[in-house]
């Protein structure tokens, strides 16, 4: 299971190991990673997901949705690199990933 | 924050709510006791998959929990599943449980949540006639549902059209039975009714409305088919009954505490009784943004009132107001939900049902927008929770002109 890391907006890191075929939110909800609400469940609905993806991995997290983006457009913090975790399937490919986390997903 | 370390916090009911109020009280640095009680057998879970991706086998039945199984010993929470609590005795401060146990208070938070409704007509005690709330439930729908399966749903709110939908993603057939003239009758435009009956209809399924069911009939126990008030029968295998759901307040209710058609709480989460919270489906609330108060049934507000009622435990400065939201997922249609539609006077559509992406805007005389329906259409309702929080005014000349970006439509 590759390892993946989100930190949270004071500094503090989580490195957790993230399930193949999950979703990065999942990663995170499951390993009781604060800073993550995931308040619909993954549902691309709420904007609670929000991470802003480290550049040197924005190649293999993909490209956001047309929804997430719809989604991203209004959210608080917004920036190029922000994405919704739960939007984002773990592959073997993003052993290593560096997410970092807005102040507050609310 | 006072000192928490010697206080003991019950919560009664271990469901969203309950297992949310948990852990935003330790997340806010509550540091004394937290015991959770609930009737359930296992640890607190997300319902809307039950009808939704979870239903038609996409979600597996650990991504249903709220959070890990460890969390709870980590973040030394003691969770008391299998376990009802019958009483509360506010002048001790105690609550009983039913295996006799008595367990005191310093803070009591009641997330008991709602009930399906029953219907009071003849057959609802056969065989495959079941409801939609719990995982047990929806484990027995899906053991019910399959190829060649015939489903009929009474009641055409949005879990009985959930159902139908993946009902079919999993090769059965699905008739909707509602007694109104549209589906989603109290709690969607008519506009969105009609293009969620259509969208149902085009994908097969059978929609009947403005029909009254006279009982449920069966042979050797079993269910097999829903009598109608004009005589016909529609056959099925198995029949979800989804005709709205119930406030918990008996408990409450019971021990003196304030009810109406929930438990009357604050913005605060406080009950009549200053010792007492209440969050979650059982509320009875005010609406901020609506000058009144009403009961929610939806996973924001369980969450919004677990953080108001941790906050206030926790002598935090109270969070700004949230707008209402919900969401429905349907086939590939993705319905968000801002705000209500109290104050509304007129509608204002942008986009075209007919391309399955559009939204219905409510305004109030004044065109301060009250409520968006967004259907496949997340920019405007991420728009409308904005300009709903902000009392801002539009103007419906801009709402329907697709050319103008939802973004601009946002900061006028
Ligand atoms: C099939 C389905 C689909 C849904 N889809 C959506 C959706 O898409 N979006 C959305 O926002 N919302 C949805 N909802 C609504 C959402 O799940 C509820 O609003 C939410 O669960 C409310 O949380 P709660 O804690 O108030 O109540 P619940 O989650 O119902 O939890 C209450 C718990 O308390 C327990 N309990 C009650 N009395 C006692 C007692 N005396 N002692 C001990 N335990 C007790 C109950 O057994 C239950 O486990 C859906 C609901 C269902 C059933
Ligand atoms: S969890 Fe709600 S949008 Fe990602």
Known sequence: MPQVTFIEHNGTAHTVEAELGKSLMEAAVGNAVPGIDADCGGACACATCHVFVEPEWEAKTGARTEAESAMLNFAAEVKPNSRLSCQIPVTAELEGLVVRMPEGQH | MSDTAQQQIVIVGAGHGGGAVAASLRQYGFKGGITVFGTEPIPPYQRPPLSKAWLKGEADAASLALRPPAFYDKADISLRLSTTVTAIDRTAKTVTTDSGETVGYDWLILATGARARRLPIPGMDLAGVLELRTAADADQLKAALGPGRKLA???????????????????????????????????????????????????????????????????????????????????????????????????????????????????????????????????????????????????PNALEQARQAAGAICGRAPAAPEVPWFWSDQFDLKLQIVGLPFGATHTVLRGDPATESFAVFHLADDNSLRAVEAVNMADAFMAGRLLISKGSQLAADKICDMSIAMKDLAQP
């Open chain 2, 153 to 299: 749903v009474v009641g055409g709110g949005y879990i009985g059209l959930e159902a139908a939908a993946s009902a079919l993603a999993l090769g059965a057939t699905a008739t909707v039975i509602e007694r109104e003239s549209r589906v989603l009758a109290r709690v969607a435009s008519e506009a969105l009714s009609h293009a969620y009956q259509t969208a149902h209809r085009k994908r097969g399924v059978t929609i009947e409305l403005g029909a009254q069911v006279a009982a449920l009939e069966g042979a050797d126990g079993h269910v097999t088919g829903v009598r109608l008030g004009d005589g016909r029968l529609v056959p099925c295998d198995v029949a979800l009954v989804g005709v709205g759901a119930v406030a918990n307040v008996e408990l409450a209710r019971d021990a003196g505490i304030a009810c109406d058609q929930g438990i009357i709480v604050d913005l605060a989460a406080r009950t009549s009784d200053p010792a007492v919270f209440a969050v979650g489906d059982c509320t009875w609330r005010p609406l901020p943004h609506y000058g009144r108060d009403f009961r929610l049934e939806s996973v």
